[in-house]
């Protein structure tokens, strides 16, 4: 998808206008955590999302855009700071463009921002976790279109990738399926594998070429380790 | 939940393709839960890891029943196998489980436990070949490598007369035991759930993409067939030999875009003996039906090596090979072009040196406006080879026909117009183009004085380059009687040219019933080039040729015989392989007077001579080696020599396989008639089995037949009711 943004010039311009704006709908939510991490309360940061989310899409927009922008997680940032201080330049108040409300925003308590972490470091994490819910939800999508095993899988998802991930317990699984545990470990291990390259993929979507995807993840789970 | 865990996997998830030995392999999952060994699975206990690639995972596991150790292989993902994935899965390695031959790893058990799949096989103490390359550190010597790949071969070759395909052939999948064999592994097994699995489709999975044939790197599933695995034998070949791979590159994408795209011609086989190069080159055709015919056919070709004999597979040819290379590299070839012409480089230098005199000045002028002229036609000319100007023309005969019309729009000195017309057929291996001079003839007629010599030779060149079917509504001779005395009266009776003018007119007289005077003139011929034999005016084993066929005609046909014999024995024994088609002519024809003259079985020598030279030179597919390999075949069922007549079948059955592939239907008659010889000899179960390779040779990745084994379904159902089933 990215791919197509920064190829704009050699793709039809509206291809990749809608690109952007499917991209920009699946991460908006970073923006909104750096904006409150800097200290905007919810009704200003989403104002400014809002704001910016029709500033992007359009044309002047996408002819800034160079090949040279290889990842669209750093290009929105940058955009968006840009976009802010020309907006406070201008001495015009944040407002929102067309008043049509585009994302549905909802309130971030102030006490689930974390103390020590600066803004920038925030929006990545955000960032992160935006493509593994992307990358969980094609999961589970993949889990839903099967048609043998529905529920051992969705049992399994549970514990490889979701809320029981932390100690799962596999013959808890093993028993009611009447499986052995060497059998549902090594399902739980292609589900991982699996689930890794659904992140790939994620990933390949927002970054310039097939190159770029190895740095992108390593630098999120650096950030994320730290 | 540890989210960087996540990332960090998904980095190991990909096998990004390196440059090792092995072509790299998928680094395992250090944290996605590896089992904990020893455990129990599917009646196996499983002991240690031993290997873990893209495709899956091997254990050494001991069979608690049998109390054998084993290795165990589960595939990567099978969990997430659709049911019918895992049927097909369990159907192909089923089918694998019934190879048993001494070099394939063979395969105990195919089992599925909890919607797992997977197979336990043998389990080889040793190292894999990529192992072993990687600890050298060196190629192989041609021996060693030709010995491996034999085997390997023939392993490949007995899989595929049973339908299995191996589809991952690389060094991490040939094991080497204690004594250096070669142990084949992975049958068909590894790629086949990868193939259209909904799941799989990232390079990780794809595997190494080193060895990927065109049409698999395409993802063209339904075309691989065994030549995707000879072509993955012929990387093998290559790396063996060099420890390089033929292709490669900074990523997947990168390796199978030259894979797709690089020609066998731009390898880099610098260093290796020629003929596994060519053996070489010619398994990495990209048009499957260009690779050799099997992998069996193969190891032959390489045996032949081995014993000191000559490969049958012919170089990537000059044609092929020109071609390619003029669409490769634009600018030499022009450079080259023009250097062919004899006309830039040489008035260039002469310029320079003329230019200093004041009184040339004129003169160099029109050589510069001609060699600008000569120039741009050439630009134009490589413009027909250029894929972004519309090109590129594929044939011989569509470059000639540009050529000439690039050729009418120069308009400097008409002899630098024919010297470039002439020269076309020594630029395209187009040797007897009479085209070229035909066009040649009418500009010189047009330009120059009629008692020219250039307007002589160009006439000669015309008409004794004629095919020889064409007779031009009777006036060939007459042209050849023209050109001759022009020659004779102008040139006097000696003179080289007026000779081979002379032997042009016999040539044709011989047969169009005017054998007297073709005798009478060829006797002339001979006389002088008796005279001075070490620069003869016309090649020799042509004149002797025709001077045999002039004698045969005359009715003297002992004595054409006994000339035929010494003379064509001395000319196999001295063959100019430059030439060698004429050398396999002379040959053909000897068999042709013999069998006239009665002696069958010394025309079917000489006729096995003919090929051999054909096949040895040109390669099966040659139109020549046809004719000689269809007439062979009539003779020996003439004589009911069935042992002869069998060999010969498989012999044409190969030939027509290399020049015309599986798919036609020439080639199925010609599986048919091999089978019905078979069966003639009370060997119904083989002409059973050659159906069997054939048609499987005709399947696609799925298993099901392409529509071009409709012709040899039908002559098989023939075979089976002339057998009474």
Same mark, same amino acid.
């Given at each position: 998808m990215w791919s197509v943004v920064v190829n704009a010039h050699a793709v039809d311009e509206s291809v990749a206008l809608q690109a952007l704006e499917r991209m920009a709908r699946a991460y908006w939510q970073p923006l909104y955590v750096f904006l409150r991490q800097r200290g905007s309360p919810h009704d200003e940061a989403s104002d400014a999302v809002q704001g910016f989310f029709e500033h992007l899409l359009r044309r002047e927009v996408l002819q800034h855009v160079t090949r040279r922008e290889t990842r669209f997680r750093t290009f929105l940032l940058t955009c968006f700071t840009r976009w802010l201080s020309n907006q406070r330049r201008d001495a015009h108040a944040l407002r929102r463009g067309g008043g049509a409300v585009m994302l549905p925003i909802h309130e971030l308590p102030v006490e689930e921002l974390p103390a020590d972490v600066l803004a920038e470091q925030l929006y990545d994490r955000k960032w992160a976790r935006t493509l593994f819910d992307l990358a969980l939800r094609r999961l589970d999508e993949e889990i839903e279109a099967r048609e043998e095993r529905r529920d051992f899988f969705q049992e399994l998802r549970r514990r490889v990738c979701g809320p029981l991930s932390g100690s799962p317990q596999w013959d808890e699984v093993a028993g009611p399926f009447g499986m052995s545990i060497v059998a549902v470990r090594k399902a739980a291990h292609d589900m991982r594998l699996r689930f890794a390259t659904l992140l790939r993929h994620e990933v390949r979507r927002v970054v310039g070429s097939d190159a770029d995807v190895d740095g992108e993840l390593r630098h999120l789970a650096a950030l994320l380790a730290g | 939940m540890c989210l960087a865990c996540f990332f960090n996997e998904a980095v190991e998830a990909e096998d990004t393709p390196s440059e090792s030995v092995d072509g790299g392999s998928a680094r395992v999952f250090s944290r996605a839960g590896p089992l904990p060994l020893p455990c129990e699975f599917a009646g196996y206990r499983l002991l240690r890891e031993i290997a873990s690639g893209g495709m899956g995972v091997v254990y050494e596991a001991e069979d608690s029943e049998l109390k054998r150790t084993v290795a165990l292989k589960m595939i990567r993902l099978a969990a997430f196998a659709r049911q019918d994935e895992i049927t097909r899965f369990r159907a192909e390695a089923e089918m694998a489980a019934q190879l048993e031959h001494p070099n394939i790893v063979p395969i105990h058990d195919v089992g599925e436990s909890d919607g797992i799949p997977f197979f336990t096989m043998r389990l080889v103490a040793g190292m894999s070949l990529a192992q072993r390359l990687s600890e050298a550190g060196e190629p192989l010597s041609p021996h060693e490598a030709a010995i491996i790949m034999v085997k390997t071969a023939r392993a490949v070759q007995h899989a595929h007369a049973r339908g299995v395909l191996h589809r991952d052939l690389k060094p991490g999948n040939i094991l080497l035991d204690e004594r250096g064999e070669p142990h084949l592994t992975d049958f068909g097994l590894a790629k086949l759930l990868d193939d259209d699995s909904m799941l799989t489709r990232t390079t990780a999975q794809l595997g190494t993409p080193h060895y990927m044939s065109p049409e698999q790197a395409a993802g063209r599933v339904r075309q691989i067939t065994t030549a995707s695995d000879v072509w993955a034998l012929g990387v093998l070949l290559h790396q063996l030999l060099t420890l390089r791979l033929p292709f490669t590159g900074e990523s997947s994408a990168e390796i199978m875009r030259q894979v797709t795209d690089a020609s066998p011609v731009a390898l880099d086989l610098r260093g290796m003996n020629a003929d596994l190069a060519t053996l070489v080159q010619r398994c990495l055709e990209k048009e499957p039906s260009k690779r050799p015919p099997s992998a069996g056919f193969l190891a032959d070709e390489l045996e032949r090596w081995q014993n000191g004999g000559t490969i049958l597979s012919r170089p990537v040819d000059a044609w092929e090979r020109g071609f390619r290379w003029v669409r490769r590299n634009k600018a030499l070839a022009a450079a080259v072009a023009l250097t062919a012409s004899g006309l830039v480089v040489g008035s260039g230098v002469a310029l320079w040196q003329r230019q200093q005199a004041v009184a040339a000045r004129d003169q160099a002028r029109r050589e510069l406006k001609d060699a600008e002229a000569v120039t741009g036609l050439m630009v134009e000319m490589l413009k027909v080879f250029d894929?972004?100007? #519309? #090109?590129?023309? /594929? /044939?011989k005969d569509e470059i000639v026909t540009e050529f000439l019309k690039q050729v009418e729009a120069f308009e400097g000195d008409p002899r630098r117009q024919i010297a470039l017309i002439t020269s076309t057929g020594t630029l395209l291996e187009q040797e007897d183009n009479s085209r070229c001079y035909e066009r040649a003839v009418e500009i010189a007629q047009r330009t120059l004085p009629p008692d020219d010599p250039q307007i002589w030779y160009l006439r000669w060149r015309a008409a004794s380059t004629k095919p020889g079917s064409y007779n031009r509504d009777g006036r060939l001779i007459p042209e050849l009687r023209t050109v001759y005395e022009w020659h004779r009266d102008h040139l006097g009776l000696d003179d080289p040219q007026t000779i081979r003018a002379m032997e042009s007119l016999a040539r044709r007289l011989v047969v169009t019933g005017g054998e007297v005077e073709a005798l009478g003139l060829l006797e002339k011929v001979r006389a002088v080039m008796e005279q001075r034999p070490e620069d003869p005016p016309v090649s020799r084993v042509k004149f002797d040729n025709i001077y045999m066929q002039a004698l045969f005609r005359n009715g003297r046909h002992e004595e054409a015989l006994s000339f035929g014999r010494t003379n064509c024995r001395r000319a196999v024994h001295e063959i100019n392989p430059e030439v060698s088609h004429e050398t396999a002519r002379f040959c053909h024809m000897l068999a042709k007077v013999s069998h006239e003259f009665g002696q069958t079985a010394e025309a079917v020598r000489h006729l096995r001579q003919a090929l051999d030279i054909y096949w040895k030179f040109e390669g099966p597919a040659n139109p020549g080696a046809m004719e000689v390999l269809s007439y062979l075949l009539a003779l020996e069922e003439a004589l009911h020599d069935d042992a002869g007549l069998l060999a010969t079948q498989r012999d044409a059955l190969r030939a027509f396989d290399m020049a015309l592939g599986p798919s036609r239907s020439e080639t199925q008659q010609q599986v048919a008639k091999y089978a019905q010889t078979l069966v003639e000899l009370g060997r119904v179960a083989e002409a059973d089995a050659l159906f069997t390779q054939w048609l499987d040779r005709l399947r696609g990745g799925d298993g099901t037949l392409v529509p071009q084994a409709a012709k040899l379904e039908q002559l098989l159902a023939e075979h089976l009711k002339a057998t009474g089933r």
């Open positions: - | 894929d972004q100007h #519309g #090109g590129p023309v /594929t /044939t």
